[in-house]
């Protein structure tokens, strides 16, 4: 059973720095790539983040590249998002996300991510 | 990557059908067959209704149907049912790892 469990959200300031996980189990996680989609409040989804299966050239969305750093550990089946700056824009639930081909097949339950002073 | 155009709102009758169009460019939409659709309540986690333009996931019923033309993928919702009224966003490949969201269109059952 596949199962995506996204933790570390909560309620930062602006200009600082927070750090989701992704914990997966299920499938065979070092096999596939992994995603993070964001849902900004009264906004539509958005993929923020996605990192190859063997962690190389990973792709950022424009509006978090430079800021954002996405990275895994596959003998922890994990995927991370590091969010550095963040911004009151960056507000949002954040949902792990993958599938074994091109669509999103499974996805966490999201954390929410509040940035305000 | 701008994101795929989709109308704000649809609405029907029970029993009704609705389409919900995505419009995209000739380097996602138009170049792969790998649009796939969502149906999002709000407080939930997005369910994947379509993938392939086409291809309904075991368990969807086959009210719902996805087709393509050109840079325009469609969703139709046949008998509308109460528990349809949701967010339903496309989404399409665009090569290499890049994936692309719709804006999102909101179906109300009236």
């Known amino acids: 059973q596949v199962q995506v469990v996204e933790s570390g959200g909560g309620v930062v300031q602006p200009g600082r720095s927070l750090r989701l996980s992704c914990a997966a189990s299920?499938?065979?996680?070092?096999?596939?790539?992994m995603h993070w989609v964001r849902q900004a409040p009264g906004k539509g989804l958005e993929r923020v983040a996605v990192?190859?299966?063997?962690?190389?050239?990973?792709q950022y969305a424009d509006s978090v590249k430079g800021r954002f750093t996405i990275s895994r550990d596959n003998s922890k089946n994990t995927a991370f998002l590091q969010m550095n700056s963040l911004r009151d824009e960056d507000t949002a639930v954040y949902f792990c996300?993958?599938?074994?081909?091109?669509?999103?097949?499974?996805w966490g339950q999201g954390t929410l991510v509040t940035v305000s002073s | 990557q701008s994101a795929l155009t989709q109308p704000r709102s649809v609405s029907g009758s029970p029993g009704q059908s609705v389409t919900i169009s995505c419009t995209g460019t000739?380097?996602?939409?138009?170049?792969?067959?790998?649009v796939s659709w969502y149906q999002h309540h709000p407080g939930k986690v997005p369910k994947v209704m379509i993938y392939d333009v086409s291809k309904r996931p075991s368990g969807v019923p086959d009210r719902f149907s996805g087709s393509k033309s050109g840079n325009t993928a469609s969703l139709t919702v046949s008998g509308l049912q109460a528990e349809d009224e949701a967010d339903y966003y496309c989404?399409?490949?665009?090569?290499?790892?890049?994936?692309?969201f719709g804006t999102g269109t909101t179906v109300t059952v009236l």
């Open positions: 989404c399409s490949f665009a090569g290499g790892y890049n994936f692309v």
């Open positions: 996300a993958w599938g074994p081909d091109y669509y999103f097949a499974y």
């Open positions: 299920g499938f065979p996680f070092s096999n596939h790539p």
């Open positions: 990192i190859p299966h063997d962690g190389s050239n990973e």
């Open positions: 000739s380097s996602d939409v138009g170049r792969y067959d790998y």
